[in-house]
């Protein structure tokens, strides 16, 4: 018997409970956002125009851990509203979401002050290890969690974004490395395959649950013997346990 409900991703073995900041004036995605980022035991504010996320994230004393700030907001650019954080020497970790992925913006945006930076459509699993990874950053301390994933003889380097198996490494693409990290970070969980598609799949692609039986399939395949480990669900979806 696994513990925990079967149904539920909240009890993972890697919570950090982050004070988040959403800005992104997307209804869509930012509940949706919110939604998963609160699974995970985060606590998220949001906001939809520039003006009120530099408002919450310039509040003294206000404690937000990572802002995630998207570029095109209605009323100013989310790189305006780096640069005038940066400027009043707020330091806030910030994860900067954009729609395009060129070399300038991804140097307009570091300038302006970002940390990191994140081209939409984008997984969920990638942007939840991009924040721990900032979070991490700015709170090292003795909750702090490793930035390795371990079950049986599979290891997950969220940092290098590396996978061995018995120290050899394998090389996975990134959607089946989203879709191992989910595995990891809740064994002995059954996950529905639309919990997998929610984690692993950017958000706003047309998938079908079909695709992550295909992607198990690759899965298990790249992962070789240990693929074993990754059980069908019947019914269900997929649990990994190790034995
Ligand atoms: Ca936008």
Redesign the pocket.
């Known amino acids: 018997m696994s513990g925990g409900s079967q149904r539920d991703l909240r009890f993972g073995a890697y919570d950090l409970g982050m004070h988040l900041l959403i800005v992104?004036?997307?209804d869509r995605?930012r509940r949706l956002l919110k939604r998963l980022l609160e699974e995970q035991r985060h606590v998220v504010e949001v906001a939809a125009t520039g003006a009120d996320g530099y408002d919450i994230a310039s509040t003294p004393g206000g404690g937000i851990d990572v802002l995630i700030l998207?570029?095109?907001?209605?009323d100013m650019s989310?790189l305006d509203v780096a640069r005038r954080l940066r400027r009043e020497g707020i330091e806030v970790p910030i994860l900067m979401?954009t729609?395009r992925d060129t070399v300038g913006d991804r140097v307009t945006g570091l300038d302006a002050g970002a940390d990191d930076y994140l081209v939409k459509p984008f997984a969920f699993a990638e942007l939840h290890a991009r924040l721990r990874a900032l979070g991490r950053r700015t709170q090292s301390g003795p909750r702090r969690p490793e930035p390795r994933l371990k079950v049986g003889p599979i290891v997950l380097d969220e940092t290098r974004r590396l996978v061995t198996i018995d120290d050899k490494p394998v090389e996975l693409s990134p959607r089946e490395f989203a879709l191992l990290e989910c595995f990891l970070r809740h064994p002995d969980q059954a996950l529905t395959r639309d919990q997998l598609l929610d984690h692993a799949w950017p958000f706003g692609v047309a998938v079908t649950p079909n695709a992550v039986d295909a992607y198990v399939h690759y899965l298990r395949d790249k992962l070789g013997d240990a693929g074993q480990m990754i059980r069908t669900v019947r019914g269900v979806g997929y649990r990994l346990s190790d034995g």
């Open positions: 992104e004036d997307d995605l998207d570029i095109g907001l209605p989310g979401l729609a």
